[in-house]
């Protein structure tokens, strides 16, 4: 019913820049989309929020990309993107779409996960 795929990302040099998209395909009984989010996780780390949106257009970020990277949203094409500027080798993850969706007729809301898409920053 709700399907996210990522792409954009890639091998970059430090202080390169890449967006990566994430295209949002839903079947059915959507009601509405509701926020979306930028994960990423390291190799032997946990998970962590990057940047959100909600439907209304506010963001947030975490401090280690604040002023570096920007999320936004085209929602007349259904569609995330997050643009990562200077980028550090530290940026180097596994990072993955979220987003959250409200269903017919019950108005239930849950969350779901794109299969992410590799970024590495080396030189």
């Known amino acids: 019913q709700v399907q996210l795929v990522e792409s954009g990302g890639g091998l970059v040099q430090p202080g390169g820049s890449l967006r990566l998209s994430c295209v949002v395909s839903?079947?059915?009984?959507?009601?509405?989309?509701?926020?979306m989010g930028w994960y990423r996780q390291a190799p032997g780390k946990e998970r962590e929020s990057v940047a959100g949106i909600t439907n209304s257009g506010s963001t947030n970020y975490a401090d280690s990309v604040k002023g570096r990277f920007t999320i936004s949203r085209d929602n007349a094409k259904n569609t995330v993107y997050l643009q990562m500027n200077s980028l550090k080798p530290e940026d180097t993850a596994v990072y993955y779409c979220?987003?959250?969706?409200?269903?017919?007729?019950?108005?239930?809301?849950?969350?779901?996960w794109g299969q992410g898409t590799q970024v590495t920053v080396s030189s």
């Open positions: 979220k987003g959250s969706f409200t269903h017919h007729p019950k108005y239930q809301t849950y969350d779901y």
């Open positions: 839903t079947s059915g009984n959507i009601f509405s989309i509701n926020a």
